[in-house]
T-cell receptor
C-alpha cells in the first residue's frame, strides 16, 4: 500500500464506548497530524507529532488521546465521546512541518 | 480577522469558462502556500504549491502577492470534473510551523 491509510473508514459508537482510530503512512515522513472536519466548518488541527514527539495539542478535550508509537503509525483513542464529536477525522503526514501534507481518506465517526 | 479567508461561493460556471479564486491571509510571516482540492465527503488532496514567482500546472495557475497578502488560483477551460471545494492553505513557518486551512471555495461546473 502507498500513501496514507486510515482504519476504520466508518465508525458508529455510543457515548460510553472506547474505540481507536488508526493511521499509517508509507511515505517515509517525519510528521503526522490529526484533524477534525465537521460539516460546513474548516479543518481543525487537533494534534501534531514530529519525530514521534507531540509538538502541538490544540486545546483538544481529554476524551481524545493520541498515540504515536513510531514515525509511520498514529492512533487516536476515543472514550466517552459526545454527539457533537461526530465528524470526519483525517490523518495527514508531511516530510516535516514546513512542507505540504498528504491526507488519508478519513474516518467518518458518528457518536450516538 | 481569520488567519485565512476565502469566499465560500458557490461559483457556478459553464464548462469551458475561466474562473478565479482569491484568498487572503493575515500573518505576514507566512512562508509557504498551497491550494488543495476536496471532493464531497473525501479527503483534501494537494493541487499545487504556490511560489513567489507564480506557477502553472496545465489549466491551473497559482499566484502569490506578498505585499497584499493574497493568493489566487486561476482555472482555465473548466471541466465538469473540476467541481469541488478549493482550499487555500498557508504555513506560518518557523518553529511553530503549521498549516492553516481556509474554509474553502465551492466550484460547480455545469454543462
Amino acid at each position: 500500500e502507498t500513501g496514507v491509510t486510515q482504519t476504520p473508514r466508518h465508525l458508529v459508537m455510543g457515548m460510553t464506548n472506547k474505540k481507536s482510530l488508526k493511521c499509517e503512512q508509507h511515505l517515509g515522513h517525519n510528521a503526522m497530524y490529526w484533524y477534525k472536519q465537521s460539516a460546513k466548518k474548516p479543518l481543525e488541527l487537533m494534534f501534531v507529532y514530529s519525530l514521534e514527539e507531540r509538538v502541538e495539542n490544540n486545546s483538544v478535550p481529554s476524551r481524545f488521546s493520541p498515540e504515536c508509537p513510531n514515525s509511520s503509525h498514529l492512533f487516536l483513542h476515543l472514550h466517552t465521546l459526545q454527539p457533537e464529536d461526530s465528524a470526519l477525522y483525517l490523518c495527514a503526514s508531511s516530510q516535516d512541518s514546513r512542507y505540504e501534507q498528504y491526507f488519508g481518506p478519513g474516518t467518518r465517526l458518528t457518536v450516538t | 480577522r481569520k488567519e485565512v479567508e476565502q469566499d465560500p461561493g458557490p461559483f457556478n460556471v459553464p464548462e469551458g469558462a475561466t474562473v478565479a479564486f482569491n484568498c487572503t491571509y493575515s500573518n505576514s510571516a507566512s512562508q509557504s502556500f498551497f491550494w488543495y482540492r476536496q471532493d464531497c465527503r473525501k479527503e483534501p488532496k494537494l493541487l499545487m504549491s504556490v511560489y513567489s514567482s507564480g506557477n502553472e500546472d496545465g489549466r491551473f495557475t497559482a499566484q502569490l502577492n506578498r505585499a497584499s497578502q493574497y493568493i489566487s488560483l486561476l482555472i482555465r477551460d473548466s471541466k465538469l470534473s473540476d467541481s469541488a471545494t478549493y482550499l487555500c492553505v498557508v504555513n506560518r513557518g518557523g518553529t511553530a510551523s503549521k498549516l492553516t486551512f481556509g474554509t474553502g471555495t465551492r466550484l460547480q461546473v455545469t454543462l
